[in-house]
Every structure is written in structure tokens, then in C-alpha cells.
């Protein structure tokens, strides 16, 4: 369960920067840079995860592209959240009113300016729940590691359940495991989501 | 809506600015790209005997059939997954507690599991228990449990974002629960869930992949056969991805489009198409605010 737990923070954080970055990507006024984000998100949108880890896994190799299986893992799973999270946050960019990246704009700051010290900090409060599902989509997700030996909560429940010959005490525990991952996770969106909001 | 989101017409400074920052961010895409075929040159990925089953119809033909299985586990398990939803959001907005918490108990329980876990269970957990079947039923168990939650919360979206003028006019012109259900709220609540259920479709068909693990002969376990066959497994696996790509970049499409549609004909009221349930409602009020 702490594998889950590693695995789920270190990815989510990865995400979140590489899909706010893909996200300005996405919006920016600079075409290569527009179309490059578009690729990113639908490549990794559309491939399954678990083509993605083995693939990575057993197909990088062969060209002397090498990590532990832990890392492979998280850089696997940052990639597909960060296409995600990358689509979350350019909704909520499109959210934030216009008039504020007009006004940025009139102020004399650049694109990235604006975007830094305007847009994406009311976008960012906006988004709190829905990157929040995103996170909890996350913890499932990690159980693919289980795929390339990495031995989280889903790995470990079938090694039991093989060893003991009993799954369902095996199985049913881990279920327990990802409802006290996936509930609280729930819990505290909702208490960011409220402090995050904006009040007019 | 695209780059005019924060830039309006540029003035002549902007756009020169724009212009160098094109050119150097394509240069430096276009470097890496290079490096990047480069370097799988030179360890001989584009050798032409790596690539020389994948010309051959008989190699073809056995991906096809994982496709074929692929798509068949996810159009059966989709099917019942909707009855299982609708069963699902209908019990949770009945007028019956005991119905109502049990059918909340179903969803919350199932969302917060991986699917794969659902699918270990199934797979290799039941047969302990005396159950055999054919791994396909497993898959579709395993798919119909966890997307029946799903779908389940995505209707009960749906029900409940209809405005409830609606059943109370139903109720006023004499209609009982179920008539004012199935000929009034349900028809609209369709029309406004149809792209998330198509986006789920992808998601599931995505899904459909796990069936690996239980050695369900879909696309992803023949790739890796025919990628363990000929020596290549790293073109196989860019082969696999590409059908996949395929495939899921068109269901896509589609369910934007369908997004886009009813925006136009209905309003804001359709229910997000990335399964991220809040965007529709985040889009809605920047474009009220605007």
C-alpha cells in the first residue's frame, strides 16, 4: 500500500507540472508549440495505459532506454496523467473571463506573463475538483505498475491470493486499502475545492 | 476555441515576437525528433526485417482477431453496463431508502476500484471458487461491474440536470413515476448523456486491454506475441498502439462532436465529454461570464 501511495504521489506531482506546461503549450499564441501540445494529449489520451507501461517497459529496452521498474512506473503514469490534467487545466483557462487576459494584456504584459501572473492562477482555483478526480483516477491507475513487477496494492492482493489459494480475504483487503486511499483523497478535494473558491 | 483565448489580434512587435519564438520552438521539435530517429537508427529499429511481418496479410489477420475480440468484449460488456448503470441510477433516485442506499453503496464501492483489481478477482480469483468459464466472461464481468458505477453516475448526472419543471409538468397532466420517467424525463436526459457515454465507451475500450492479465486473446497479448515471434517487440508494441490510436481517435472525435451538437441545439446543458464531470459546468460559466 505505501508502493501505491509512492507511486501515486510522485506521478501526480510529475503530471501536474508537465500538464500545466502542456496546457500553456496548448493555448499559446505559437503554432509549433500549439500543435506539439495537441500531439502530447492525443497520443497518450488514446493509447491504453497498459500498452503504454509495457511497451515502455519491454519495447524501450531495446534501444538501451533503461529504468528500475518503480521508475518506469512513475514516468509512465506521469505521462498519461499529464495528458489529463493537461486537458483539465485548458478547460479552466477557457473558463477564467476574458476580459482578465484583456486587461493583462492592455497592462503591456507578454503572453507568458499574463498567463503566469493572471489567467492561470483563478484557472488553477477553478480546476481543484476536477484535477481531483484525476487524482483518484491516479491511485487506480497505479495498480498497472502491479504489470511490470512493480509490487503494489492489486500485485500484492494476487500474489496472496495465489500463495494462500483464498482470494477473496486477499482481494477484499485491498479493496479496503483503496477505499481508505480513494475516501479520504475525496474528503480533502472537498475541503481544497471550498478554500479554493473563488468568492464574489 | 483555440489560441484566441488570451490574444486578440497582435499588434506588429507581438507578432514579430511570435514569429522568432515559431521558428525556434519548430527548429528545436524538429531537432528532437531527429535525435530521436537517430538514435533508433543506429540501434537498427528501422531495419527492414523488423518491420517485414507487419506487410504480411497472416500477421495482419491475427491482429485484426485481437482487435475483433477486443471490440466484442467492449461492445458486450458496454451493453450491459448500461443496463446495469441505468438499474444503478434509477434505484439511487428511488423513492425506497433501503433501494436508494443500497444502490449508493454498489457505486461508491466500485468507483473507488482499479479495475484490474476487478479483473484478478474474476479471472483468477472466482475459478478457485468453482466457477469456469472462458476468459471472455471474465473480462466482461469484471468490465460490467466497474462501468456499470460508472455509467450509473453519469445518469443520475443526467437525470438530475434536467430542469425539474419537467417531471413536475409530467406529474401535473396526470402522468404516474414511471410515465413521466420513460416518455418525459428520461428521452431529454439521453440526449444530454449520449457524448459522456461515448467517451466512456473509450475508456472502457481502453479497458478492454486488461483482459491481458487473464490471457483473454485481445489485441494487446496477440501484439505481444507477434512482437515475441519475429524478434521485434518494440515494433509491435508501436504497431498495437497505432490500432489503438485508430480506433479511439475517431471514438473521440465522435463524442466531441455530439458535445459540440447538443451545445448548439440544447444549450450548456450537455454533461462533460471528459469524464471529468465538473468541465461542462466550468466551460458554462465562462462563457456566461464572458
Known amino acids: 500500500m505505501s508502493i501505491t501511495v509512492a507511486l501515486t504521489l510522485t506521478s501526480f506531482a510529475a503530471a501536474l507540472v508537465i500538464g500545466t506546461v502542456v496546457a500553456a503549450f496548448r493555448v499559446s499564441p505559437v503554432a509549433p508549440l500549439r500543435a506539439a501540445g495537441a500531439a502530447w494529449v492525443e497520443v497518450l489520451r488514446n493509447i491504453p495505459l497498459s500498452v503504454l507501461m509495457l511497451g515502455f517497459y519491454f519495447g524501450f529496452t531495446k534501444i538501451d532506454i533503461r529504468y528500475g521498474e518503480f521508475a518506469t512506473a512513475v514516468i509512465v503514469l506521469s505521462a498519461y496523467t499529464s495528458s489529463f490534467v493537461a486537458e483539465t487545466v485548458r478547460a479552466g483557462i477557457n473558463s477564467v473571463a476574458r476580459g482578465q487576459a484583456e486587461a493583462a494584456r492592455s497592462i503591456g504584459l507578454t503572453f507568458p506573463q499574463s498567463l503566469r501572473v493572471v489567467v492561470l492562477p483563478q484557472a488553477m482555483r477553478t480546476v481543484v475538483a476536477p484535477l481531483g478526480s484525476v487524482f483518484i483516477a491516479l491511485i487506480k491507475n497505479s495498480s498497472l505498475a502491479g504489470l511490470i513487477a512493480v509490487v503494489e496494492l492489486t500485485d500484492m492482493a494476487d500474489r496472496i491470493s495465489f500463495d494462500t489459494a483464498r482470494p477473496i480475504p486477499a482481494f477484499l483487503g485491498a479493496a479496503v486499502g483503496y477505499l481508505l486511499l480513494a475516501l479520504p483523497s475525496g474528503a480533502v478535494v472537498g475541503l481544497l475545492e471550498r478554500r479554493a473558491a473563488i468568492k464574489r | ?290
Open chain 2, 1 to 290: 476555441m483555440t489560441a484566441s483565448v488570451l490574444a486578440e489580434a497582435l499588434g506588429p512587435r507581438a507578432r514579430r515576437r511570435v514569429a522568432v519564438v515559431s521558428v525556434a520552438a519548430a527548429a528545436f521539435l524538429a531537432g528532437a525528433v531527429v535525435v530521436a530517429v537517430l538514435r533508433l537508427a543506429d540501434k537498427g529499429q528501422f531495419d527492414a526485417d523488423r518491420w517485414r511481418p507487419f506487410t504480411r496479410w497472416p500477421v495482419w489477420r491475427f491482429l485484426l482477431e485481437g482487435l475483433a475480440n477486443t471490440l466484442r468484449a467492449a461492445l458486450v460488456a458496454m451493453v450491459l453496463a448500461i443496463l446495469v448503470g441505468a438499474v444503478m441510477a434509477l434505484a439511487r433516485l428511488a423513492r425506497n431508502a433501503a433501494l436508494r442506499g443500497l444502490a449508493g453503496l454498489y457505486v461508491q464501492f466500485f468507483r473507488a476500484m482499479p479495475l484490474l483489481l476487478l479483473i484478478y478477482f474474476a479471472g483468477l480469483g472466482l475459478p478457485k471458487y468453482g466457477v469456469k468459464v472462458e476468459p471472455f466472461w471474465f473480462l466482461v464481468l469484471a468490465l460490467t461491474i466497474y462501468n456499470g458505477a460508472i455509467l450509473g453516475e453519469i445518469f443520475r448526472a443526467g437525470i438530475l440536470s434536467l430542469d425539474r419543471g419537467q417531471s413536475e409538468a409530467a406529474y401535473a397532466i396526470g402522468l404516474g413515476y414511471w410515465q413521466a420517467m420513460l416518455s418525459v424525463v428520461i428521452p431529454q436526459a439521453a440526449r444530454r448523456m449520449l457524448p459522456a457515454i461515448v467517451s466512456q465507451l473509450v475508456t472502457l475500450l481502453k479497458d478492454t486491454s486488461l483482459g491481458y492479465v487473464i490471457v483473454f486473446p485481445e489485441l494487446l497479448r496477440l501484439g505481444r506475441r507477434t512482437g515475441s515471434a519475429y524478434g521485434n517487440t518494440l515494433q509491435a508494441y508501436v504497431v498495437v498502439a497505432l490500432i489503438y490510436f485508430t480506433v479511439n481517435f475517431f471514438l473521440s472525435r465522435l463524442a466531441i462532436h455530439l458535445e459540440v451538437r447538443q451545445r448548439r441545439r440544447y444549450g450548456a446543458g450537455a454533461i462533460a465529454v471528459t469524464g471529468v464531470e465538473d468541465l461542462a459546468v466550468l466551460s458554462a460559466q465562462g462563457e456566461a461570464r464572458r
